[in-house]
C-alpha cells in the first residue's frame, strides 16, 4: 500500500471493442452506452471514485479524450479502472483494468493500453470471461505534494480566474456592527473602525445609478437593511421598485426552491422558507427582473438514481447557494466616472440575518426583530417569548478588477437562464477597468463551485495549452466543473505555516478515512488535510494550531434525522482528525502532549440574565421548546464560511466545509481569496481575525498574546476561555456567560478518543444526541 498525497493526472482516451452487455428483443443494434469510473482501492479493499468519463451511447469504440486532475490524500492498493454500461437504472460492467501505485510512481507514469477483464460473477446462465471484454486506453501520472507547481505562491493554481492586484477589500462580521467590545489598533497607530455589512449594501443600492445586480439563495423583499433610530425605514422591495423606476437596471437570480409554488396561499414560503415566489411575485409588473433558476441535473452524477428521476432529486436536493451584490458607485476621486463594487460572502438579505455582535437572545424582540424572527431550531418559539436564533456571518465588498470576475459570474448564470447576454450601459460612465492604486491594496482571486448545468462555460477550454500545465477547469462525468473554491483551501491548508483559524456552518469529510461508515458521500479532503498538516508539523516539532468555529448543531430541529446525520458525519470527522493527531504525537516521542494541543474545535453561545428579558415577552407553552425559554439561552447560529491563514490570507464567500459546497456538482458557491502583498500578517487579515476574536471573547480576549495564535500560549488561554464559557452556559442557575466563545461539546482523550462529555451527553434543552446518529436518509442529502 502507497500513501498517495498530492494530484493524480489521469486521461482516459479511449476503448476498443467492448463488449456488448444491451441484450434488446427488440432492438438488435441496440449498444453498450460505456463510462469509466476512476477508483482508488485501499488494502482492505475500500473503494474511493475519483473520477468518471461522460457516457458514450450505442459505442463499443467509444473516444473520450478527457482529462482530470484530482487533488488526493489516500492510502492506496489498486488504482482501478471500470468501464461501466449505462442502463436507464443503474449500470453493468463490461470490464476493468488495475495498476499498482508503486508502478506509477517509480515509472514516473504509466501510458498504454489494457485489457479489461470481468467482475467474476455470473450473467444469466453463461459466465463472463476475462477475454473479449475489450481495451482501455489511458495514461496516468503522479505528482507528489511537494513537487506542485506554484504550491507556495499565494496566487491558487490552474484556476479559472487568476489573482488580480490593485483591489480595495472591506471585511464584514455580522449584519451590523456599531462597536466591537475592544478598541483595536492597526498597525500606523489608528483606530480599526468596523463597519456594517447591512447599512453599506444599503448605501450602494440607494446611491446606484446603473445597475443592481443580486445574487442569493434568498433574498426577502421584506427585509429592512437599516434599523436604527433615524435610519431609512423602506424596505428591501420598495427600495429595488423604486431604482428601476429611476432607470436603474435592477436584476435578481435566485434560487427556484422547488417546495415553494403557488398551488397553495401556505406553499408560497416553501420549506426552506426561501420566499421566492414572494420576491417574483412582488416584482410583477414592474421594471425589476427576477430570475428563478432551479438546480439543473447531471443525473450521472447520482449513480443510483435513474434519469428520470435525477432532474427531481437534485433540484429537491442541492441549491442556488451564492450571494452578491453589484452595484455602480461614484469614484471619489473622480467624481465624473463611476466603478463597480460587489458584496460577496454568507450572508442573504433575508430574514433572521439582521444582528450585531453582542447577539441578544430576548432583548431586541420588542423593536429590532420584533417582526424579524427565527428560531428554526426550537419550533413554535415566537417573538412573543424568545429566545430568538442569533446569527453570525462574515461578509466582504469589493473594488477593483475582481469586480470584473464576480460580474462575469452573474453573467454566465444569467445568461444559462436566459439566452441572451446582460449590456451595461457604459454611456454613463461607468470605468469597467477601475483599480486601487494604494501601498495597502490587495491581491484577490474569485473561486466558484459550478458546473455548465448552471452557468454559460463554452468558453472556457478544457485542454491545456502545454502537454504537463494542469487544466483550470474540471471534468466530472462529461461536464464542465468549477471546483476552484475547493482547490483554494486545500492549497491554503497545505502552504500554511503556523495557525489556520476557520469559522464555517458546517465541517465534515474525508470519509474514506473515517472509523465508522466509510461509505458515506463526505468525501471532500479538507478534514484530512488539515490533520495531515497538524502531523507533519508533530513530526517537525513545530508549533501550529487551527482553531474550527462551527454552530453546536446545524439548523434545525436536532432530534430529527437530517440534523442527527449530519452531526454523525461531523462526529466522525472529528474522531478521525483527534485519532491521527493521537497517533502522530505517540510516534512523535512526546507521549504527554494532548490532541487539543494542536485543534480546538470551538462554537457559540449566549446565556443571559433574566434582566435582559423584557417584561413584556410570555413564557412559551410548557413542552421541551421551553426550557431555552427558562434558561435564558441559546446557541449562536455559525452561518460563517471563512478561512485565515497565517494571518496573510483569507477566504470569505457562501461555501461550506462540505461536500455540497466543494463539489462543484452540486450546489453553487462563490468566494473570494486575498491578500495584501506589502502587509501579509501586520495586515487587515490579522486585524479582522482579531476583531472576531474580540467579538467572540470580549473583555476577556488574550490581547497580550494574540498576536501568535499558533503559539502554545495563545492557545492554552484561548482553551481555558472556551472550557470555562461552556462550563458557565451549561450550569443551571440564572448567571450569564462571560463570553460567547465556547469549546464544542465533546469530551477528547490524550488517546484521541472522541465521546459525550459526562455533563452534556445531549444538545442543552433538548433530547438530541450532541454525536447524532445515522438515518435511513440518502448518504448525499446530510453530506
Not at 428483443?25 to 475500500?46: A, H, M, R, T, W
Not at 487539543?596 to 446565556?607: A, I, R
Amino acid at each position: 500500500m502507497v500513501f498517495l498525497h498530492g494530484i493524480l493526472d489521469v486521461t482516459i482516451q479511449k476503448a476498443s471493442n467492448l463488449r456488448n452487455t444491451e441484450y434488446s428483443l427488440f432492438n438488435k443494434d441496440d449498444k453498450s452506452d460505456p463510462y469509466v469510473v476512476v477508483s482508488l482501492i485501499s488494502e482492505k479493499g475500500q473503494k474511493s471514485d475519483i473520477a468518471a468519463t461522460s457516457v458514450k451511447d450505442d459505442n463499443l469504440d467509444p473516444e473520450w479524450d478527457e482529462r482530470y486532475a484530482v487533488d488526493i490524500c489516500h492510502e492506496v492498493s489498486i488504482i482501478k479502472f471500470t468501464v461501466h454500461d449505462k442502463d436507464l437504472i443503474g449500470s453493468k460492467v463490461i470490464g476493468h483494468c488495475k495498476i499498482l501505485p508503486d508502478r506509477v510512481i517509480s515509472e514516473g507514469g504509466v501510458s498504454g493500453s489494457f485489457n479489461l477483464i470481468s467482475e467474476g460473477f455470473f450473467t444469466g446462465s453463461f459466465k463472463k470471461k476475462n477475454t473479449g471484454n475489450g481495451t482501455l486506453f489511458l495514461s496516468i501520472y503522479f505528482i507528489g505534494k511537494s513537487f506542485i507547481p506554484n504550491k507556495d505562491s499565494f496566487e491558487v493554481p490552474s484556476c479559472p480566474f487568476p489573482s488580480r492586484p490593485n483591489n480595495h477589500l472591506v471585511l464584514y462580521q455580522d449584519a451590523h456592527c456599531p462597536y466591537l467590545p475592544l478598541q483595536l489598533i492597526r498597525q500606523d497607530n489608528s483606530a480599526y473602525v468596523p463597519r456594517s455589512t447591512w447599512r453599506d449594501i444599503h448605501t450602494a443600492i440607494t446611491q446606484a445609478i446603473t445597475v443592481i445586480y443580486i445574487v442569493g439563495w434568498s433574498v426577502s423583499v421584506e427585509t429592512q437593511l437599516l434599523r436604527s433610530e433615524g435610519d431609512d425605514t423602506r424596505t428591501l422591495g420598495e427600495i429595488l421598485k423604486q431604482k428601476s423606476q429611476a432607470g436603474v437596471q435592477v436584476k435578481i437570480l435566485l434560487w427556484d426552491e422547488l417546495t415553494s409554488n403557488d398551488t397553495l396561499p401556505c406553499m408560497k414560503v416553501g420549506v426552506m422558507q426561501t420566499e421566492d415566489n414572494i420576491t417574483l411575485d412582488f416584482f410583477k409588473g414592474t421594471n425589476v427582473e427576477v430570475i428563478l433558476q432551479s438546480i439543473e441535473t447531471n443525473t450521472s452524477d447520482m449513480c443510483a438514481i435513474d434519469k428520470v428521476a435525477g432532474t427531481l432529486f437534485k433540484g429537491f436536493a442541492f441549491s442556488h447557494h451564492q450571494k452578491t451584490v453589484i452595484t455602480d458607485a461614484p469614484i471619489t476621486h473622480n467624481f465624473a466616472e463611476r466603478k463597480l463594487i460587489a458584496f460577496i460572502g454568507g450572508l442573504d438579505l433575508t430574514a433572521g440575518r439582521y444582528d450585531t455582535p453582542e447577539h441578544p437572545l430576548f432583548r431586541t424582540l420588542v423593536n429590532e426583530h420584533k417582526d424579524d424572527f427565527i428560531n428554526h431550531t426550537l419550533p413554535n418559539l415566537t417573538s412573543s417569548s424568545g429566545p430568538r436564533q442569533p446569527w453570525h456571518d462574515i461578509h466582504s465588498r469589493v473594488e477593483g478588477p475582481t469586480v470584473r470576475d464576480i460580474l462575469k459570474n452573474f453573467e454566465e448564470r444569467w445568461v444559462k437562464v436566459k439566452q441572451q447576454p446582460i449590456a451595461i450601459h457604459t454611456e454613463k460612465n461607468i470605468n469597467l477597468d477601475y483599480s486601487f492604486q494604494s501601498w495597502d491594496s490587495w491581491s484577490i482571486q474569485m473561486f466558484r463551485s459550478i458546473n455548465d448545468c448552471s452557468a454559460d462555460m463554452n468558453s472556457y477550454p478544457i485542454k491545456t495549452a502545454f502537454m504537463h500545465a494542469l487544466p483550470s477547469i474540471k471534468l466530472k462525468r462529461g461536464y464542465k466543473v468549477d471546483n476552484s473554491l475547493y482547490r483554494a483551501y486545500i492549497h491554503h491548508i497545505r502552504r500554511a505555516k503556523s495557525f489556520i483559524y476557520i469559522e464555517n456552518q458546517y465541517f465534515m469529510g474525508s470519509r474514506h478515512m473515517w472509523p465508522d461508515s466509510k461509505d458515506g458521500k463526505a468525501g471532500n479532503l479538507i478534514p484530512l488535510e488539515i490533520s495531515i498538516k497538524i502531523e507533519e508539523k508533530i513530526m517537525n516539532n513545530e508549533c501550529f494550531v487551527v482553531y474550527i468555529v462551527i454552530p453546536m448543531y446545524p439548523e434545525g430541529e436536532p432530534e430529527t434525522d437530517p440534523i442527527q446525520e449530519m452531526l454523525y458525519n461531523q462526529n466522525q470527522t472529528i474522531q478521525m482528525m483527534y485519532s491521527r493527531i493521537s497517533k502522530a504525537i505517540a510516534n512523535s516521542g512526546r507521549p504527554s502532549a494532548h490532541p487539543q494541543e494542536y485543534l480546538l474545535f470551538l462554537c457559540l453561545g449566549s446565556k443571559e440574565l433574566s434582566s435582559a428579558r423584557p417584561d413584556s415577552l410570555m413564557a412559551p407553552d410548557q413542552n421541551i421548546n421551553a426550557m431555552s425559554y427558562h434558561n435564558l439561552r441559546n446557541m449562536i447560529y455559525v452561518h460563517s464560511k471563512m478561512g485565515i491563514f497565517d494571518d496573510e490570507y483569507i477566504i470569505v464567500g457562501s461555501a461550506n466545509i462540505n461536500d455540497r459546497s466543494m463539489s462543484g456538482n452540486r450546489d453553487t458557491e462563490i468566494a473570494i481569496g486575498a491578500y495584501q502583498p506589502n502587509l501579509l500578517a501586520n495586515g487587515d487579515v490579522s486585524m479582522f481575525r482579531k476583531a472576531l476574536w474580540a467579538e467572540h471573547l470580549g473583555i476577556n480576549t488574550p490581547t497580550d498574546v494574540w498576536d501568535h495564535p499558533g503559539s502554545p500560549q495563545c492557545r492554552v488561554r484561548v482553551h481555558e476561555l472556551v472550557e470555562g464559557s461552556l462550563q458557565a452556559y451549561l450550569m443551571p442557575g440564572e448567571h450569564e456567560t462571560p463570553h460567547h466563545l465556547m469549546i464544542y461539546p465533546l469530551s477528547v482523550s490524550q488517546e484521541g478518543k472522541v465521546t459525550a462529555r459526562p455533563d452534556c451527553e445531549c444538545i442543552p434543552d433538548t433530547s438530541a444526541k450532541v454525536k447524532g446518529r445515522m438515518s435511513l436518509l440518502p448518504k448525499i442529502l446530510c453530506a
